[in-house]
């Protein structure tokens, strides 16, 4: 099993008062990021290649319901992949994109649209074994949904560790909060007990797994959003994307956004409940996302968020000046 570093996190509690060195501890941020934590594994920039395997979701298929979660694009989440071609040819035009960049030349096969475990193991295997069978791929990062992730696709993903040990398997799981009343306004479709169960699941298979948590869900307030992070604090997660909402376009929530039944965060609002999150989340979490891309052709709000840039340097900016950092306040398990 995937167990706690309990000696690292008790290091880094008696250190809490040292903004400087705790930030070094992490590249010169003030968290635990995956460009830091790939760097420290490989020792050069790992890119992300988004990928289209051709799933569906059971909240599209009508297994649970026709229209998708309330904030879901027609795309799935996966409004950057490819679609319509071979997971080596989504490989190859991905990496022709990066050809000039000097950083770094090994990729993670990122499986993004839909839910990618909603699949026979069959044809699930021949999808992960032709991304993992690439030379400069170092790994694999599945995206899904806790609901799709039953006994046989963890066998498939302990037989693919077996077959293939230089490389890693990673789980996406698609949570977006704790609280039940948010998760069927958002028609997430299944309760936070099957998120555990899989969890579990998951991490007695030594699996890592990242969670997807939505920030400024119409109807949370930032206790809440607080509480979700403590929660995944103490569930011995691997790693964290921290999403900002986006209101995309043909949407049910483009809808209620459009009849004002809640608001958007601002910029300095999103940055403060981001600050926070980091404080209350475990050292050892690896954080691998602070905000999202949402495409621009689709996007209704927030568009400050597409500025990516000036998000991240206002994050860091504001990191500084309150000289805090990731576990600041997190609390251990006695």
């Keep these: 099993m995937i167990k706690k570093h309990n000696s690292s996190i008790a290091a ?152 293939f040990p230089d490389k890693f398997i990673w789980i996406e799981l698609g949570l977006q909060t704790i609280h039940e009343k948010t998760a069927q306004y958002i028609r997430r479709g299944y309760p936070l007990s099957v998120f555990e169960d899989t969890l579990n699941r998951l991490q007695k298979a030594d ?35 921290l999403q900002l909402l986006h209101v995309l376009k043909n949407t049910d929530l483009a809808a209620d956004f459009s009849k004002k039944t809640f608001e958007i965060l601002d910029l300095m609002e999103y940055i403060d409940i981001v600050i926070s999150c980091l404080e209350v989340l475990s050292p050892d979490i690896v954080i691998h996302r602070v905000t999202g891309d949402g495409p621009k052709d689709l996007l209704i709000a927030p568009l400050w968020s597409l500025n990516k840039r000036n998000v991240l340097n206002t994050l860091h900016k504001e990191l500084r000046l309150r000289e805090t950092f990731q576990g600041r306040l997190f609390i251990p398990d006695i």
């Excluded at 109807?219 to 964290?240: A, D, Q, V």
């Design 12 to 163: 880094f509690q008696g250190r809490l008062s040292d903004y400087e060195s705790i930030k070094h501890d992490w590249g010169d941020k003030p968290y635990y990021s995956l460009d830091h934590y790939l760097k420290k594994q490989y020792g050069e920039k790992i890119y992300k290649i988004a990928l289209d395997a051709g799933m569906t979701c059971p909240n599209r298929d009508g297994r649970l319901d026709t229209r998708g979660c309330i904030f879901c694009s027609a795309g799935g989440s996966g409004d950057f992949a490819s679609c319509g071609i071979s997971i080596h040819e989504q490989l190859e035009n991905g990496k022709a994109l990066f050809h000039e960049k000097k950083t770094g030349n090994r990729f993670i096969a990122y499986f993004q649209s839909f839910t990618n475990t909603y699949a026979e193991p069959e044809r699930l295997e021949i999808l992960f074994t032709e991304a993992l069978s690439e030379p400069d791929v170092v790994g694999i990062s599945i995206a899904t949904r806790p609901d799709c992730v039953e006994r046989p696709v963890v066998n498939l993903l302990t037989k693919l560790k077996q077959q």
């Design 207 to 241: 699996i890592p797994v990242i969670v997807h948590m939505i920030l400024g869900l119409p109807g949370e307030n930032k206790e809440m959003m607080l509480s979700t992070c403590r929660y995944l604090s103490h569930k011995n997660i691997f790693g964290i994307k």
